[in-house]
């Protein structure tokens, strides 16, 4: 299903993925159960299959050994906690939850409120120097195949 990401995958230079870093089952399992959702199909191969990566220098954020979270500015989880702290942030984007922050006029987030029949989640682009929001892919793996092609 994912032949053509796990291609790229193997050949860009935009990107840098660590094999001993992937996820393990449970900590998924841990993860979605604190959330209250299950993660997209797309992003829990990815995790399950390459954990993390570099982007162009910026981290594409994982789940991390829990024994660790607290301490990991790169756990998918640990951001999301942070986020939640900030109530002016939960206002606005009450359905947000960040998945890269490469650089500081951009960030992509998952839109938890709306999944299709495959259990994915969109990926949006917030654009911080203009304050708007948009769709950038359908899926993680829609997601990370236009970023490393964008970035290739």
Do not use: C
């Amino acid at each position: 299903m994912y032949e053509r990401l796990a291609e790229k995958l193997q050949t860009t230079t935009a990107l840098k993925w660590f094999p001993n870093d992937v996820a393990e089952e449970s900590w998924i399992v841990e993860v979605e159960e604190e959330l209250g959702f299950r993660l997209p199909p797309s992003y829990r191969w990815w995790l399950l299959h390459y954990g993390n990566a570099l982007l162009s220098g910026s981290w594409i954020l994982k789940v991390g050994d829990p024994e660790h979270r607290e301490y990991h500015d790169t756990d998918i989880l640990y951001i999301h906690r942070l986020n939640l702290g900030e109530d002016w942030l939960v206002s606005r984007f009450p359905h947000r939850m960040d998945l890269f922050v490469p650089d500081s006029d951009e960030l992509y987030f998952f839109d938890t409120s709306s999944r299709d029949e495959q259990g994915e989640l969109p990926v949006m682009r917030y654009d911080l120097i203009n304050d708007e929001v948009e769709q950038y892919a359908p899926t993680f793996a829609d997601f990370l195949e236009q970023l490393i092609d964008e970035r290739s």
